[in-house]
């Protein structure tokens, strides 16, 4: 790992806009009457319920188990009642509902019985996963893939390198800038965890350098760390989408992640600062996770800031808790302006992936009637992973889904800086979210369809060979019948043919 960085093609220098979000210390939204908690709050397999309407359950409490490999376990936030348990409306581009579990807290907030390790040393590799993997904890930058897969490199891989991504770079969200200020320690926590799990040589904490109080305070614990002394913080230049997981690798090591693969082919992994401090919590004191730090703030919002919120609590109550000038049916954002997605209504959970919600700020692609494309370029241009939005963008459009592969669809990071520098105001971003979802339902309809096919051939094969048992069981029966009748007839025969033998009978 060399400690000259490197950059990557394209981005954009952006206004943060996180000032206002900054200004007030961590505090606390108040323990809602009902918690909603989705089953699927994660990439992969939803996780499955364990509890039944009316049971009492206990702050922690597993509610859900995991389900399938790339799945984790859901907690109960707080102490209650469960009183549902069916589809209702989830924060989710498209608008629709999903399975979850509601609690009606009973506002004792009382704990199940619970301690961490002593010495996290004295545990397995293998248990610390587990342990994670049981706390329920998913990746908190955004992308909410199960943490324990990526403390298990497999037998193929040796990790040399674990990078904390502390960069945050998209606007306005700061919740990430204001847990390495105010919880440094407890991140410091989990990066012991995870050197301890991974057995790697080096830990770099990347943060962006407009954030100089979270790199004094990263700094200032890391010093008191001697067991820490391999561990370093970077300060990288600012400038979006730099806290993307392929972006920062390439401004640390020069190094680009290959077409499809993934930092691992580096030797490198890399977790997002609020998953340590949450691996911290889980190991070290046996908290499952239940809570984050979400980012309230926008023009509408008058008490702006960072919140420490349980999940399942309702958005609408995070708002008036910042009393927040949100009219019925205006739009606001989950997520930054670049990434993230207007929501369908205000009584939405917050989920385990709500790191910021955002009102009164349109999205950086506006839904207005674009302009037809002139070709300029500009989205190509701004590209960090130099893609041809342009190209990308009239394959998606004609639906011509093996061109959009052609040109690499899949490398696309979604980031946004196609749509936002392009004069024509076209959605490139939404052409090519739809396109991916169209390749990959038809992939699961083909694999559903070959399925199906092997399913109907091993049926025929199998009816095949029973028809063959059946007519060879046949056939063995006929023939001994037949030998039963010809020893029969012989027998007659052979008295017949002796008529001493009849007489002495």
């Known amino acids: 790992m060399t400690d000259k960085l490197s950059s990557f093609p394209g981005g954009l220098v952006l206004d943060g806009q996180k000032r206002r979000s900054t200004q007030t210390p961590i505090r606390q939204i108040p323990l809602?009457?009902?918690?909603?908690?989705?089953?699927?709050?994660?990439?992969?397999?939803?996780?499955?319920?364990?509890?039944?309407?009316?049971?009492?359950?206990?702050?922690?409490?597993?509610i859900a188990r995991a389900e399938g490999h790339v799945s984790v376990y859901l907690h109960a936030p707080s102490s209650g009642v469960i009183t549902a348990i069916d589809e209702q409306p989830i924060p989710h581009p498209s608008g629709l509902s999903a399975l979850c579990i509601t609690i009606e807290t009973?506002?004792?907030?009382?704990?199940?019985?619970?301690?961490?390790?002593a010495d996290f040393r004295q545990l397995t590799e293998h248990d610390i996963r587990h342990q994670i993997r049981e706390a329920g904890i998913v990746g908190l930058g955004g992308a909410g893939f199960p943490s324990f897969i990526k403390l298990n490199p497999g037998v193929h891989h040796h990790i040399e390198t674990l990078v904390l991504n502390g960069v945050e770079c998209e606007p306005y969200i700061t919740c990430d800038d204001m847990l390495m200020r105010e919880r440094a320690d407890g991140i410091l926590d989990g990066i012991e965890i995870m050197i301890f799990a991974l057995r790697v040589k080096h830990c770099i904490i990347a943060i962006e350098d407009n954030k100089a109080e979270a790199i004094a305070a990263v700094e200032a614990a890391l010093s008191q760390r001697p067991k820490l002394q391999n561990?370093?913080?970077?300060?990288?230049?600012?400038?979006?989408?730099?806290?993307?997981?392929?972006q920062l690798i390439q401004v640390l090591t020069g190094k680009q992640v290959p077409s499809g693969g993934l930092p691992i082919d580096l030797s490198i992994v890399c977790h997002n600062v609020g998953t340590s401090y949450a691996i911290g919590r889980a190991i070290n004191h046996g908290e499952p996770l239940i809570s984050r730090i979400v980012t309230v703030t926008g023009t509408d919002v008058k008490?702006?800031?960072n919140f420490e919120t349980l999940f399942g609590t309702p958005m609408d109550e995070v708002l008036a808790f910042c009393e927040t000038k949100h009219q019925p049916g205006e739009p606001f954002i989950l997520g930054g302006p670049m990434?993230?997605?207007?929501?369908?209504?205000?009584?939405?959970?917050?989920?385990?992936?709500?790191?910021?919600?955002?009102?009164?700020?349109?999205?950086?692609?506006?839904?207005?009637?674009?302009?037809?494309?002139?070709?300029?370029?500009?989205?190509?241009?701004?590209?960090?992973v130099s893609l041809l939005p342009q190209q990308l963008y009239w394959h998606a459009?004609?639906?011509?889904?093996?061109?959009?592969?052609?040109?690499?669809?899949?490398?696309?990071?979604?980031?946004?800086?196609?749509?936002?520098?392009?004069?024509?105001?076209?959605?490139?971003?939404?052409?090519?979210?739809?396109?991916?979802?169209?390749?990959?339902n038809q992939q699961q309809e083909t694999l559903k369809a070959d399925n199906a096919r092997i399913r109907h051939d091993n049926r025929q094969q199998r009816q095949e060979a029973e028809k063959k048992e059946k007519e060879e069981r046949q056939r063995q029966r006929k023939a001994a019948l037949a030998a039963?009748?010809?020893?029969?007839?012989?027998?007659?025969?052979?008295?017949?043919?002796?008529?001493?033998?009849?007489?002495?009978?």
């Open 303 to 305: 008490h702006a800031g």
């Open 484 to 505: 039963t009748k010809a020893a029969k007839e012989k027998e007659a025969a052979e008295k017949a043919n002796n008529p001493d033998n009849v007489e002495n009978n």
């Open 397 to 440: 459009r004609a639906k011509d889904l093996e061109k959009t592969q052609d040109y690499n669809l899949f490398d696309c990071i979604e980031c946004g800086c196609c749509s936002y520098v392009c004069p024509s105001k076209i959605p490139l971003v939404h052409y090519f979210r739809f396109a991916k979802t169209e390749i990959m």
């Open 339 to 384: 990434m993230g997605y207007n929501l369908s209504g205000v009584n939405l959970p917050v989920t385990k992936t709500a790191n910021c919600i955002l009102v009164g700020v349109d999205n950086a692609a506006p839904a207005s009637k674009p302009l037809p494309c002139i070709r300029c370029g500009e989205c190509a241009t701004a590209c960090p």
């Open 32 to 62: 809602s009457k009902k918690l909603i908690l989705p089953l699927q709050q994660h990439i992969g397999e939803a996780s499955a319920p364990i509890v039944e309407i009316g049971d009492r359950v206990l702050k922690g409490q597993k």
């Open 231 to 246: 561990t370093k913080v970077v300060a990288i230049p600012t400038r979006y989408p730099a806290g993307s997981e392929k």
């Open 106 to 117: 009973d506002g004792e907030d009382r704990w199940i019985e619970h301690k961490g390790s």
